[in-house]
């Protein structure tokens, strides 16, 4: 999606600042995936909804960021080599759908051990003295150990594997910085969990792992899945950690190294009109976008707003007349298509401001040596994900590269929801609700991925055509986030000042807690693209100078911001003294900007800065 406005600089006759050198065909976008991060920067309406409309300058970052990482990693380009290996990750993931998994053929499931994939593929990177340079890892597990209580902005269990091996590997160096780079990427991971003690009914303790995952009190709002902690911190912690130790595992362990040739193929499809051949004499087609009732029930990692269960295969009349009044009803070509689907929300024929849901995805494998990674536009669940990789490897098999190592890279290039089997979409839970092109998205999807595999395999890709070409939109301010008000200081007291200061000594595994006087943090995010909102400093008496040892990336510490009455706000950060803390003097500090009004169309943001009394930690 980020890419959508550099397609167009040729018509405008501009010039890419690397010639033909990176391309649709041979970039890949791929999101680690979080329930945790800012939302309202995806082009298509509905994503909007949950963020009260495009945001732009979480689009803005988002896009600075992703640009100025490939003028980083282009800057430090040098030969290298690559290795890889796999193994198995135990007690980290469950089947959150396990139902619909048990639609599929017994013949076909008893030929895996398990009702996900515990496989993790790790790719290393050595230059040519054997100069460590980073990892790809993939492993199917939602990164959503963070339930949806949590208001802190942070990257979950797959951000914390990584933030441990880079900070195992940039030694004294803070999260973000050194020269090594610890990817951990999504695989199949549409019906697969981090919180493997499974759902309980928050309000009685009983276990809710029945079909429509709902409690016999309170229905399914009340059906949430938890992980292995106390908390939910404490969950992203372990679960993080186990996905970390099986990395560094096989990192340290990787010596089959990829060589052999790079090639690249990628198509735009229409995704709402693809025929299917699924034998000589059956054909089908894939849908206008639309998402099911179950849509909504959400799911037992974040539960929907109102008690709509998984698992309906009826709509609710209350709910289709309100959706036909205010969003139009879903034709009967639609609802034929989607069948046994009860259609909520018939994203393909609404189109204001913009459409709904994409029409035109991508589809692209990159293969490098005998590695193709198969880079999908959703979230494969992981019976859907291993018919995908099978039918990949059988093509590369049949048309001449025989024993291809075959990885999905999920959520790629442009979000388009889950992808389950045929026999999962039956039984609607929300991963069937939200296949949003219908019951055959996937053996559509194998269709088109058998072609990329066995374009690469003969040497062809370039009589592949490059298929609709996706819509640009010009993205409008479209938004009910209220726009930014002037910020308040207190009376005799002004920004950064501290309104609840710390103790003067600390232990390790005690809390440091400051409070200041704050500004709206979007303040902060429409300035830098790289604001640090805090830091952890201690001092050093030799040269009398304070050195950062933590920032807001840090596991440790938390920003949490609480807006007062008009323009009024604090900020309270909390560092979480770790084990084995250097005893010394140490401060927090804090760097926001306030919106000053100059006028009544004149606003400027004024940078400020807070800092906390020095505080000592000693060891008892």
């Known amino acids: ?97 396990p139902f619909s998994y048990l639609e599929n053929p017994a013949s076909e499931r008893s030929r895996y051990s398990s009702n ?41 269990n797959m951000g914390y594997a990584s933030y441990l091996f880079e900070q195992e590997k940039n030694k004294g160096m803070l999260p973000g910085e050194g020269s090594f780079v610890a990817a951990f990427a999504s695989s199949n991971l549409g019906d ?21 995952s709902t409690c016999p009190v309170g229905g399914a709002k009340m059906c949430m899945a938890v992980g292995p902690g106390n908390d939910m911190f404490d969950s992203t912690r372990i679960i993080g950690q186990n996905i970390y130790s099986k990395a560094k595992e096989l990192y340290e362990k990787a010596s089959q190294e990829i060589t052999g040739p790079l090639s690249s193929a990628h198509q735009w499809v229409n995704m709402s009109d693809v025929s299917v051949e699924l034998n000589a004499t059956h054909t089908v087609k894939t849908c206008k976008p639309a998402l099911g009732y179950s849509f909504a029930a959400g799911t037992i990692d974040g539960v929907g707003a109102f008690n709509f ?17 205010l969003l139009g009803e879903p034709s009967n070509e639609t609802k ?71 990885v999905i890279a999920g959520l790629c290039n442009v979000y388009t929801h889950y992808i389950t089997t045929y026999e999962e979409y039956q039984v609607q839970r929300y991963e069937a609700a939200s296949t949003i092109y219908g019951p055959h998205t996937l053996s559509a999807y194998i269709q088109l991925y058998r072609e990329l595999a066995r374009s690469i395999a003969m040497n062809t890709v370039q009589n592949l055509s490059r298929g609709p070409e996706p819509p640009f939109f010009n993205i409008t301010n479209l938004t009910l986030v209220p726009l930014l008000i002037a910020d308040l200081e207190p009376v005799n007291k002004t920004f950064g000042d501290v309104l609840q200061e710390v103790r003067q000594q600390y232990q390790p595994t005690e809390v440091a807690e400051v409070t200041f006087v704050g500004a709206n943090p979007r303040n902060s995010a429409e300035n830098a693209t790289e604001h640090n909102f805090l830091t952890v400093e201690r001092y050093t008496s030799t040269s009398d100078s304070w050195h950062v040892v933590q920032n807001d990336a840090s596991w440790d510490t938390r920003f949490y911001w609480t807006k007062g009455l008009l323009g009024l706000s604090n900020v309270t950060i909390e560092w979480h003294i770790p084990h084995g803390t250097e005893p010394g003097i140490y401060r927090i500090r804090y760097f926001g900007h306030y919106k000053k009004r100059l006028s009544n169309s004149l606003a400027i943001s004024i940078p400020f800065e807070g800092t906390s009394s020095a505080f000592e930690i000693t060891t008892l």
Not at 59 to 75: C, E, F, P, R, Y
Not at 127 to 147: C, K, R, T, Y
Not at 192 to 212: A, R
Not at 360 to 379: F, K, R, T
């Open 309 to 325: 269960t998984q698992g309906s295969i009826e709509g609710d009349p209350f709910w289709d007349e309100i959706r036909d009044q």
């Open 192 to 212: 697969v969990s981090p919180n493997t003690k499974g759902p309980f009914c928050i309000n009685t303790g009983d276990s809710c792992d029945n079909p429509e």
């Open 336 to 406: 034929a298509c989607h069948k046994p689907k009860p259609i909520l929300l018939s994203t393909g024929e609404m189109t204001w401001p913009h459409p709904w849901h994409p029409d035109i995805v991508d589809v692209q494998i990159v293969a490098i040596g005998s590695l193709a990674i198969i880079a999908v536009p959703g979230e494969f669940t992981t019976m859907s994900g291993r018919r995908l990789r099978e039918a990949v490897e059988r093509e590369f098999d049949s048309h001449g590269a025989p024993g291809m190592d075959v």
């Open 116 to 156: 996900t994939d515990k496989e993790m593929v790790m790719l290393k990177m050595v230059d040519e003295n054997e100069q460590e340079l980073g990892l790809i890892s993939w492993f199917a597990v939602h990164p959503v150990s963070m339930n949806n209580t949590n208001r802190l902005v942070n990257s979950d």
């Open 1 to 97: 999606g980020m890419w959508l406005e550099i397609s167009d600089w040729h018509s405008l006759g501009c010039h890419y600042k690397y010639g033909e050198l990176y391309r649709h065909d041979n970039v890949i976008l791929s999101g680690t995936h979080t329930h945790s991060g800012p939302g309202g920067y995806f082009q298509y309406t509905l994503f909007w909804i949950t963020s009260k409309g495009l945001i732009k300058p979480s689009l803005n970052a988002i896009v600075n960021g992703i640009v100025k990482s490939i003028d980083i990693a282009h800057q430090n380009m040098k030969r290298g080599r690559l290795f890889i290996n796999r193994g198995t990750v135990e007690n980290s993931q469950i089947n959150r759908s």
